[in-house]
């Protein structure tokens, strides 16, 4: 039996918000401190951990003992020093007769906020794709999980008067992080369950989000009914909820405006919004689309579509997948290139309740795009994943590398190969390829010699203001690795980070025009470089036979 200790605290009783007991700082200047692996005491969840999360509910009054705090396993202090990868679970209980079960994913978000004010501790993710780290000079200090228990319940009764009752539990305890777990996510998606059947022409108004503002400057989630937080903690239904709730906080209403652009998702009034809430940094959005002007990925998405010209397709990566992409990236170094809030073409943050979405890359083709998602991404969409398209979609168990990825592709007939063919894209057999299933024909027998040519991105814009690099979710990132670049033009560029940290290159498409304006070379292809807080060298490019090249 894992050991159970009880604490009260009689502050949170008396709607007390005082930290004088608490042996470290508690301000909202600790949010985005970094605590890095070697200044670390114990670390919970991340990637590596399959049982973790955090969940709120509103429950009734009887089941609530005001400021009772619940330890079940091992306090911080118990843990060796340097104890990474470690399950956890955090329960906030509340009640009070204004309180709505359907504003639970609002308050449980704001465990992000309470949490990194506690000077020491680090906290990103949510629900149950949390990753928190707490600090040796915290720990040294005498933080417990009793003190994260007042701080956090506190808060929640200073914020919301409408909560009359709160009591928190943690869990550390690894068997029982894993049954509380299980009961957490059922939850998870019951909620998630509420908003299908809303379509974004059915209301007037959508959702803004600023709470990741902290570590993304220019980050600005727009939630509509078929576009969910990129945390995943929030649906359209919670966010209004939110914003009635708390009519100052950081989430608003969005009256949408006129549609400018019923495929990719852009509204007038929508752009405007972000325009004033990213201080003048996003001027538009398109919500549907990676390419064009796509929504900003801030540091707390779930997920990361990304391109790879090779295929001119998409892969989808979770958080929860370690391993590498057939781009020979990570999760990790992805998330390094696009996070802190940018608009990055070819590449956007996203919940994992968008791949249910009917308007899912509406802009670029939907599914019929997707050409590779990790094993553990493609079992949680499954049943959202068009049928005749599912077994098409291989994941890294079939696959690893971009020439692996194309041959199985051809083999299984991807309708994606049938975009290769409409725009005149050679094709020739793999060498390894295998004669292709009898029920699965390909499109075109042949090995892709991509033309490169990729027609949204040609219209991609470079940032012109890059925020600086946000921190989470990366301290262990690799030092950068190359970016994919589109073919037969092979730009190398000598990347130089100007930031102490390495960092990864981020894929850019550039245009002529903008080509022109930075000084490089104009090309007929789009080059894949970055603009982002690095000096670009091309330092050799590949022209094949039959390509122009204009020189101004
Ligand atoms: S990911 Fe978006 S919705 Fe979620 S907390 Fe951050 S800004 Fe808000």
């Known amino acids: 039996m894992p050991q159970v200790r009880v604490f009260k605290d009689e502050l949170t009783v008396q709607r007390q918000t005082k930290f004088d007991d608490i042996p470290?700082?508690?301000?909202?200047?600790?949010?985005?401190?970094?605590?890095?692996?070697?200044?670390?005491?114990?670390?919970?969840?991340?990637?590596?951990?399959?049982?973790?999360?955090?969940?709120?509910?509103?429950?009734?009054?009887?089941?609530?003992?005001?400021?009772?705090?619940?330890?079940?396993?091992?306090?911080?202090?118990?843990?060796?020093?340097?104890?990474?990868?470690?399950?956890?679970g955090i329960i906030v209980e509340a009640a009070g007769k204004e309180l709505k079960p359907e504003a639970e994913g609002v308050f449980e978000r704001k465990l992000h906020y309470y949490m990194n004010w506690i000077q020491g501790i680090m906290h990103t993710g949510s629900r149950d794709d949390i990753w928190i780290r707490v600090s040796k000079k915290a720990v040294k200090a005498g933080l417990r999980?009793?003190?994260?228990g007042k701080v956090i319940m506190r808060l929640y009764k200073a914020d919301f008067p409408i909560i009359e009752k709160i009591q928190v539990t943690f869990i550390t305890d690894p068997q029982e992080v894993?049954?509380?777990?299980?009961?957490?996510?059922?939850?998870?998606?019951?909620?998630?369950?509420?908003?299908?059947?809303?379509?974004?022409?059915?209301?007037?108004?959508?959702?803004?989000?600023?709470?990741?503002?902290?570590?993304?400057?220019?980050?600005?989630?727009?939630?509509?009914?078929?576009?969910?937080?990129?945390?995943?903690?929030?649906?359209?239904?919670?966010?209004?909820?939110?914003?009635?709730?708390?009519?100052?906080?950081?989430?608003?209403?969005?009256?949408?405006?006129?549609?400018?652009?019923?495929?990719g998702g852009e509204y007038e009034g929508v752009n405007e919004v972000v325009k004033v809430k990213s201080q003048g940094t996003v001027t538009s959005v398109k919500l549907h689309s990676v390419f064009e002007n796509p929504h900003t990925s801030c540091g707390c998405f779930e997920a990361i579509v990304f391109y790879i010209p090779e295929v001119d397709g998409f892969g989808i990566v979770s958080r929860k997948y370690t391993g590498n992409t057939p781009i020979g990236l990570n999760f990790i170094q992805i998330a390094n290139m696009i996070s802190g809030g940018k608009q990055v073409s070819g590449f956007v943050g996203i919940g994992l309740l968008y791949l249910r979405s009917r308007k899912f890359l509406q802009k670029e083709g939907g599914w019929n795009r997707v050409v590779w998602m990790d094993s553990y991404t493609k079992e949680r969409a499954r049943e959202w994943i068009p049928k005749e398209i599912l077994d098409k979609i291989p994941t890294e168990k079939e696959v690893q590398t971009v020439d692996q990825l194309k041959e199985f592709l051809v083999k299984v007939g991807h309708p994606i190969t049938k975009l290769w063919?409409?725009?005149?894209?050679?094709?020739?057999?793999?060498?390894?390829?295998?004669?292709?299933?009898?029920?699965?024909?390909?499109a075109v027998e042949a090995k892709v010699e991509m033309k490169a040519e990729v027609k949204?991105?040609?219209?991609?814009?470079?940032?012109?203001?890059?925020?600086?690099?946000?921190?989470?979710?990366?301290?262990?990132?690799?030092?950068?690795?190359?970016?994919?670049?589109?073919?037969?033009?092979?730009?190398?560029?000598?990347?130089?980070?100007?930031?102490?940290?390495?960092?990864?290159?981020?894929?850019?498409?550039?245009?002529?025009?903008?080509?022109?304006k930075y000084g490089l070379p104009v090309l007929?292809?789009?080059?894949?470089?970055?603009?982002?807080?690095?000096?670009?060298?091309?330092?050799?490019?590949?022209i094949k036979k039959g390509d122009t090249v204009e020189r101004r």
């Open 24 to 88: 470290v700082d508690v301000s909202m200047s600790y949010e985005g401190e970094r605590i890095r692996k070697q200044d670390m005491y114990v670390e919970f969840g991340g990637v590596k951990v399959q049982h973790k999360f955090e969940l709120f509910r509103v429950v009734p009054e009887e089941n609530v003992e005001d400021g009772k705090i619940v330890l079940i396993g091992p306090d911080l202090n118990e843990f060796p020093e340097g104890a990474a990868h470690q399950p956890l």
């Open 145 to 148: 999980f009793e003190h994260i």
């Open 178 to 263: 894993e049954k509380a777990h299980a009961e957490a996510v059922k939850i998870y998606r019951a909620r998630d369950e509420r908003v299908m059947g809303i379509r974004e022409e059915d209301v007037d108004v959508f959702y803004g989000c600023v709470l990741c503002q902290s570590f993304a400057p220019t980050h600005v989630c727009v939630i509509t009914p078929e576009r969910p937080a990129n945390c995943g903690a929030i649906t359209w239904i919670d966010a209004k909820v939110a914003a009635m709730l708390d009519p100052k906080g950081p989430i608003f209403p969005i009256p949408k405006g006129n549609c400018i652009d019923p495929i």
């Open 421 to 442: 063919a409409e725009a005149g894209i050679e094709v020739a057999a793999p060498a390894q390829a295998q004669a292709p299933a009898a029920e699965a024909k390909p």
């Open 456 to 516: 949204p991105a040609a219209e991609a814009k470079p940032e012109t203001a890059p925020p600086p690099p946000p921190p989470p979710p990366k301290p262990e990132a690799k030092p950068e690795v190359a970016p994919p670049a589109p073919k037969p033009v092979e730009a190398k560029p000598e990347a130089k980070p100007e930031a102490t940290a390495p960092m990864a290159v981020p894929f850019m498409t550039v245009s002529p025009e903008e080509a022109a």
């Open 524 to 542: 007929p292809f789009p080059i894949s470089i970055t603009l982002q807080n690095v000096r670009v060298k091309i330092s050799k490019v590949i």
